[in-house]
């Protein structure tokens, strides 16, 4: 039953992935074509909560995606299961979680 529910929470993080990278990637190409500086990016996006909310989206669809697939691999290789295994999943799910959130303030707030 958890391997299903992981499996769906994987392919929904996935689906929710999606649009944001397409969106991400759109204002990334607006952004080098308008010769915009990173400064000026900066001006842009600071104290935005929409791409506040946009961004912190991304980090943890990508973060709870990313998770559960390691979690696949390292049960693939290292043959980690049981207990050691869910606290690999949640663990880099977490450090993945904090080091996203970090970037996000970093870049959104002011």
Known sequence: MLDLRLYMLQRISALIMAPLTL???AVMIYAIQ???SASEILSR???SLLWFLFYGLFVLAVSVHAGIGLRVIVFEILKLKGVALD???WGICL???????RAVMAVTLL
């Open 95 to 101: 450090l993945l979680m904090a080091i996203g959130a």
């Open 23 to 25: 969106g991400h990637l």
């Open 87 to 89: 606290v690999f999943t």
């Open 45 to 47: 996006t600071q104290g």
């Open 34 to 36: 308008g010769g915009l």
